[in-house]
């Protein structure tokens, strides 16, 4: 479940960030130095957030898969064939007929990558609810 919300969601933002030249000229060296952040990180806010239970687990694996999926599209986009733009244009498509002809066909090889990259087998019960010293504080 994670895996797919990261996936969803990366693929949302990073479309944005790369359909978008200043939203990707503000927002991707945020993204970039989030990414580089270990996960594990995050893990005292996703507690607070969603508490010791399965939502904490499934908020770390999606967000290891969110930063790996949202880089790739976006530098996908930017690297894409400008004729395939052009054909857009021409056919007068909109946004969203955009994106689901043109971008998404387009970035399968990306998206592809992505999923490689991002690695959803997380031990987020070894990590997160192993009974010890802390666990009972919860």
């Known amino acids: 479940a ?31 130095y989030l990414a580089a952040t270990p996960k594990v990180v995050f893990l005292p806010i ?6 010791i239970g399965v939502g904490s687990k499934i908020s770390l694996a999606a ?4 930063f790996p999926m949202t880089l790739s599209l976006a530098a996908g986009v930017r ?10 244009q021409t056919l007068n498509l909109s946004l969203a007929q955009r994106i689901r002809m043109i971008y998404l ?13 991002s690695n959803p087998k997380i031990d987020g019960k070894g990590i997160i609810s192993t009974p010890g010293t802390s666990f009972d504080l919860w």
Request: charged content about 10%; glycine content about 14%.
């Open 2 to 32: 994670g895996f797919a919300i990261g996936s969803a969601i990366g693929v949302a933002v990073g479309l944005a960030l790369g359909i978008n030249r200043t939203t990707g000229q503000v927002f991707e060296p945020v993204v970039e």
């Open 46 to 51: 996703l507690l607070i957030l969603f508490g």
């Open 63 to 66: 967000l290891s898969c969110f």
């Open 105 to 117: 066909p387009a970035l399968v090889p990306p998206i592809s990558i992505a999923r490689l990259e």
């Open 79 to 88: 690297g894409m064939n400008p004729m395939f733009l052009r054909v857009g």
